[in-house]
Nanobody, 114 residues
Framework: QVQLVESGGGLAQPGGSLRLSCAAS????????MGWYSQAPGKERELVAT???????NYADSVKGRFTISRDNAKNTVYLQMNNLKPEDTAVYYC????????WGQGTQVTVSS
């Protein structure tokens, strides 16, 4: 049974930090790309950051210089370090794992507010 278990969301003040984690298990084939997407109320889901099996990264322009994606291949886990958070970062964040199929986590809420 495939499971993507996300953690680390919550409430942060503007300028604060949060770290998201997503642990994947039960995926029957090698994992290629892992990533994070966000969906704010009334908006479509959009890419935040991705990381390849070899460590190549890709970021949305809005988070470059503030967010860092990383992964631990031995643990099938992807992380998103979110620094200098802004109110516009408020959204549900979804973990994404690409193998032969694509898998999504259940989402974790990130709220940035004073």
């Amino acid at each position: 049974q495939v499971q993507l278990v996300e953690s680390g969301g919550g409430l942060a003040q503007p300028g604060g930090s949060l770290r998201l984690s997503c642990a994947a298990s039960g995926i029957p084939f090698s994992i290629n790309r892992m990533g994070w997407y966000s969906q704010a109320p009334g908006k479509e889901r959009e890419l935040v950051a991705t990381i390849s099996k070899g460590g190549s990264t890709n970021y949305a322009d809005s988070v470059k210089g503030r967010f860092t994606i990383s992964r631990d291949n031995a643990k099938n886990t992807v992380y998103l370090q979110m620094n200098n958070l802004k109110p516009e970062d408020t959204a549900v964040y979804y973990c994404n794992v690409v193998s032969l199929l694509t898998y999504w986590g259940q989402g974790t809420q990130v709220t940035v507010s004073s």
